[in-house]
T-cell receptor, first 116, second 113 residues
Framework: DQQVKQNSPSLSVQEGRISILNCDYT??????FLWYKKYPAEGPTFLIS?????DKNEDGRFTVFLNKSAKHLSLHIVPSQPGDSAVYFC???????????????FGKGTKLSVKP | NAGVTQTPKFQVLKTGQSMTLQCAQD?????MYWYRQDPGMGLRLIYY???????DKGEVPNGYNVSRLNKREFSLRLESAAPSQTSVYFC????????????FGDGTRLSIL
């Protein structure tokens, strides 16, 4: 049973436009969420995170939004650039799940293609 | 990725062979992790080590053993490899400045025939 779901396997966006990647979770006990970016033949790279006490976190072109009531988070990339083309993973954890001492639950990923 | 080094990068094994995947980190974190990623799947935790001398099972530990040799090194061993263990294996430690995050190595691509 998937606790973290990324229902769109792929997304194609034009350069300069907004990319919106979505993630849903089922376990209301999750209280920390992260996004990772992964290029082929490399390990995932931490991108941005958000705590459940917030509903928005920004870092440059990247913004993560959290809707706890809907158990939904999204990653917005504005403006999108060709170098953003990668697989994006959503991940979730919580103190009850062990935090740094335990597990992150990952979604299956969304492949973003940004076309020039 | 600077900070976490995995060896080898690629390996092909025959069913029943054994192998140890090596991982070393220079970020001075206590916590280290082993994940596997299968096609179309997210990363799944195999084992983790909260500190030198301690290890704990993750989601998918069957068929694997680990050793936390010292603070820097955390190895993953397949005693009798099976085709179902064909995967990309990632070692990780904590993200610098964010104890919820993970800093990953570039992975070991393992094929078992």
């Amino acid at each position: 049973d998937q606790q973290v779901k990324q229902n769109s396997p792929s997304l194609s966006v034009q350069e300069g436009r907004i990319s919106i990647l979505n993630c849903d979770y089922t376990n209301s006990m999750f209280d920390y969420f992260l996004w990772y970016k992964k290029y082929p033949a490399e390990g995932p790279t931490f991108l941005i995170s958000i705590s459940s006490i917030k509903d928005k976190n920004e870092d440059g072109r990247f913004t993560v939004f959290l809707n706890k009531s809907a158990k939904h988070l999204s990653l917005h990339i504005v403006p999108s650039q060709p170098g953003d083309s990668a697989v994006y993973f959503c991940a979730a954890s919580g103190e009850w799940y062990g935090g740094s001492q335990g597990n992150l639950i990952f979604g299956k990923g969304t492949k973003l293609s940004v076309k020039p | 990725n600077a900070g976490v080094t995995q060896t080898p990068k690629f390996q092909v094994l025959k069913t029943g062979q054994s192998m140890t995947l090596q991982c070393a980190q220079d970020m001075n974190h206590n916590s280290m992790y082993w994940y596997r990623q299968d096609p179309g799947m997210g990363l799944r935790l195999i084992y983790y080590s909260a500190s030198e001398g301690t290890t704990d099972k993750g989601e998918v530990p069957n068929g694997y053993n680990v050793s936390r040799l010292n603070k820097r090194e955390f190895s993953l061993r397949l005693e009798s490899a099976a085709p179902s263990q064909t995967s990309v294996y990632f070692c990780a430690t904590l993200t610098r400045g964010n104890l919820w995050g993970r800093h990953f190595g570039d992975g070991t691509r393992l094929s078992i025939l």
